[in-house]
């Protein structure tokens, strides 16, 4: 197996893009990644998408954006894991390039959610749930996650008010990010007033619907100085499932995937949760923060939230999360999200981050969550100098 | 409009009718032919009571499409009595009524509608245990 390196990045800003379809968004980050890897092609495309037929009525993502950024010709697909659609289209990539089948890759997270009416794409949404027995009952996606923060708040002991902390620190470093759809802080007392959208989930709990798309090159480490001076090397690339539904957990409070495919990448990576210098995680709500802490080594069960009480998970702190803004306020267009997320982790490898840059970052993890925690896909990227 | 899936699904939606696994004595709901604890086939139907209690909850205030006419309603979660914990709507009570723990029972209520010429698609919601006269 060969060692996989990034060479190229490329995002569009996340926001309504009322003006680029899903292909236009799409061909955009695409471009930008190629460009900035100085390379005019690769071998195959990668496409991670979730909602391309449900809301724009368009499958076949791989083909038509191929052919739209001037690609025709090369192996393109798409790939879906609900909102985990770009991680799993990053550890395709990772397979093909370390398997030596395929010497340049590009992957790309692509999602247009704008397209339709709220309540059409809050049923798009649901289908990230087991469609014959939890969807039919009526449920969105935020209130499958509410059921989770309910459980959670009552076994720990908790008000709502305690999660303000994973929201105020997104937006915090959203603010000093170009590209995310929210730049600018919001104070605990916005976060405490804010509506609910399925109780104890708030506006201020929930990452927004957005439209957005975010590219990478990988290539083997071994020709990646050929094109960059600073490529970052994939340590680990993990992937672990869990049920579908809520309801057949083992356990509601622990997200098992998460903690398997955490430790299979510090396995990887020869490396503990300890060693990591920025962890992107998957804060599409504050519940999933707090869970994600927890099952990923940074914090006892029901602790997860003193993290961010404590200022922990800022720029400063022990672990810093959602440094450039996160899902919650860097926006989160499902199947682009775990693209984006790689992408901004490999800003600050590069020590491209501007005002949110981290000292001496040189580890940093990826963890891209598909549903309320059934497809769970860690990465762990490293500087190669 | 998914006519068969509808009508497939009506003893689970209707009837509570689940699995129970003959090798470790799992009771299973949904139903689903291999059982998750020892991954040996189960295809015994078993039928469940029932009666459960709320493990948690939360009301929906922007449905999916489709569910727009009973907003805001509750969702939740439920711990049968035989074990397995189901996910559905409650129903013949106010959002602000419900707690953690509160027994429930299945009553059949209309799930939703499919517009003027489609389906009316009903199944299991929860309501909180009626007590009869002589348990008072």
């Not at chain 1, 609900?82 to 890759?105: E, F, K, N, P």
């Not at chain 1, 803004?325 to 499902?334: E, F, I, M, Q, S």
């Not at chain 2, 029932?50 to 999916?64: A, D, F, K, L, N």
């Not at chain 2, 106010?94 to 698609?121: C, F, N, Q, W, Y």
Request: include cysteine; glycine fraction near 10%; aromatic fraction near 6%.
């Amino acid at each position: 197996m060969r060692d996989v390196s990034i060479i190229g990045i490329g995002q569009t800003k996340v926001g309504e893009h009322w003006n680029r379809s899903l292909r236009d968004l799409a061909v955009d980050a695409i471009l930008a990644a190629l460009s900035d890897a100085s390379l005019e092609r690769a071998k195959a495309l990668y496409v991670g998408n979730m909602l391309g037929g449900a809301l724009s009525g368009q499958q076949h993502l791989g083909a038509l954006i191929a052919d739209y950024a001037g690609l025709r010709g090369i192996e393109a697909l798409s790939i879906e894991a609900a909102c985990a659609s770009g991680g799993a289209a990053v550890r395709q990539g990772y397979i093909a390039v370390a398997s030596g089948l395929l010497d340049s890759v590009i992957v790309c997270g692509v999602e247009k959610m704008t397209e339709e009416v709220g309540s059409n794409t809050t049923a798009a949404l649901a289908m990230a749930g087991d469609a014959e027995y939890e969807v039919i009952h009526g449920p969105s996606f935020v209130s499958l996650n509410a059921l989770l923060m309910r459980r959670y708040m009552h076994e720990n002991g908790l008000k709502r008010e305690d999660f303000s902390g994973f929201s105020v620190n997104a937006h915090r470093n959203a603010a000093n990010n170009p590209n995310a759809m929210f730049q600018r802080a919001i104070k605990p007392e916005v976060f405490n007033r804010s509506r609910m959208i399925s109780d104890p989930i708030s506006l201020m709990d929930s990452s927004p619907i957005a439209d957005g798309a975010a590219a990478l090159v990988l290539v083997p480490t071994e020709l990646a100085r050929k094109f960059t001076d600073a490529p970052v090397r994939i340590a680990a690339s993990a992937v672990s499932t869990d049920s579908v539904a809520l309801h057949d957990r083992r356990d509601l409070l622990f997200l098992a995937a998460a903690y398997r495919s955490a430790r299979d990448a510090y396995q990887q990576a020869d490396i503990g949760p300890q060693d990591i210098d920025l962890f992107e995680l998957h804060d599409a709500f504050t519940i999933m923060s707090a869970l994600s802490l927890e099952a990923c080594g940074y914090a006892e069960r029901g602790k997860g939230v003193d993290l961010a009480r404590d200022g922990e998970i800022s720029l400063t702190g022990r672990i810093p999360i959602s440094a450039m803004g996160g899902l919650k306020a860097r926006g989160n267009p499902v199947g682009a999200t775990g693209v984006y997320q790689i992408v901004e982790v490999v800003q600050q490898l590069r020590g491209q981050a501007g005002e949110n840059q981290l000292p001496d970052c040189r580890l940093g993890m990826a963890q891209n969550i598909g549903g309320t925690g059934a497809t769970v896909i860690t990465h762990i990227m490293e500087t190669s100098s | 409009m998914r006519l068969s899936a509808n009508w497939r699904h009506r003893r689970q939606r209707l009837a509570l009718t689940g699995e129970e696994c003959k090798v470790c004595g799992a009771r299973l709901f949904p139903p689903r032919d291999v059982c998750p604890h020892c991954h040996e086939p189960a295809y015994e139907p078993f039928e469940f009571g029932g009666r459960g209690e709320v493990y948690s909850y939360s009301t929906v205030y922007q449905p999916p499409a489709g569910y727009e006419e009973s907003a805001p309603y509750t969702m939740a979660l439920i711990k049968l009595e035989e074990g397995p914990i189901v996910t559905a709507q409650l129903t013949d009570m106010d959002s602000d009524e419900v707690r953690i723990g509160m027994p429930v029972e299945m009553v059949t209520r209309k799930l939703r509608e499919e517009g003027e010429d489609g389906l009316i698609v009903y199944g299991y919601k929860f309501r909180p245990v009626l007590q009869s006269v002589s348990q008072r």
